[in-house]
């Protein structure tokens, strides 16, 4: 679904990407790993067309989008939620997944994704006339997640779901994530929490400084050492 090849990315002349290529297949959980600062976001933000590229290609579904501008991306089937879930603080939680759904013109199958939402997180549809602002962190990170499947992607880049959520409603966040795969949805996922990850993941990819530096299946992942002694404080 999703070849990155050899790309590149420099902020202001200083580079922070070198040479990545990763490959995503239709129906998997890919994570991109590592430690803060190496790049994965950036990576996230090139698919999304949200960084440009110093070199290399970009190809979704056999096309070449690299050169394609972030805001005709979307209708592609390309969806990010970024990091810090950028929500719309002062609109309600149903205005919020409206918004999602902006390219769509099938008001029944907006209404059935808006349902499938609800479904995967009940608590949206309870405070679906609440302002977004005043949701707590996992509640706003659920929103995030939700307003990114109005879109009706197929591939949805999460960038760190677990940021700045209670630990109790991590694993609910993550369970839910694979339960969005299993119905058939391609996802590409960033996350901090490398063990529950690569524990979801169908492959991954670890970056460092800018470089990909191991890549496998992410159980291959979970038993390398190197990982294990990096991240996993084993």
């Not at 089937?77 to 990091?83: A, D, H, N, R, T």
């Not at 939402?117 to 929103?143: D, H, N, W, Y």
Request: glycine content about 10%; charged content about 20%; hydrophobic content about 45%.
């Amino acid at each position: 679904m999703l070849s990155l090849q050899n790309i590149a990315i420099a902020y202001n002349g200083v580079p922070a990407i070198h040479d990545v290529s990763i490959d995503v297949n239709e129906g998997e959980i890919v994570a991109l790993v590592g430690g803060n600062g190496n790049g994965k976001s950036s990576t996230l933000r090139a698919i999304a067309g949200l960084n440009s590229l110093a070199s290399g290609r970009i190809v979704f579904g056999g096309q070449d989008i690299t050169a394609l501008q972030a805001h005709r991306r979307p209708a592609l089937g390309i969806c990010l939620v970024p990091e810090g879930r950028r929500l719309f603080p002062k609109l309600t939680v149903e205005k919020n997944l409206m918004l999602g759904a902006f390219t769509r013109r099938d008001t029944v199958e907006i209404a059935q994704s808006k349902d499938y939402v609800f479904e995967l997180f009940p608590i949206l549809k309870e405070r679906r006339k609440q302002i977004a602002g005043t949701l707590s962190g996992g509640q706003q990170q659920m929103l995030a997640i939700g307003r990114g499947l109005m879109a009706k992607p197929r591939l949805l880049m999460l960038d760190e779901p677990s940021w700045g959520i209670a630990p109790k409603l991590v694993t609910k966040i993550l369970d839910t994530i694979q339960q969005i795969n299993a119905s058939g949805l391609t996802i590409l996922l960033v996350e901090q929490n490398v063990k529950r990850a690569l524990e979801i993941a169908s492959r991954g990819y670890v970056l460092q400084t800018g470089r990909v530096v191991l890549s496998g299946s992410g159980e291959d992942l979970l038993c390398n050492s190197e990982i294990q002694k990096a991240y996993l404080g084993i």
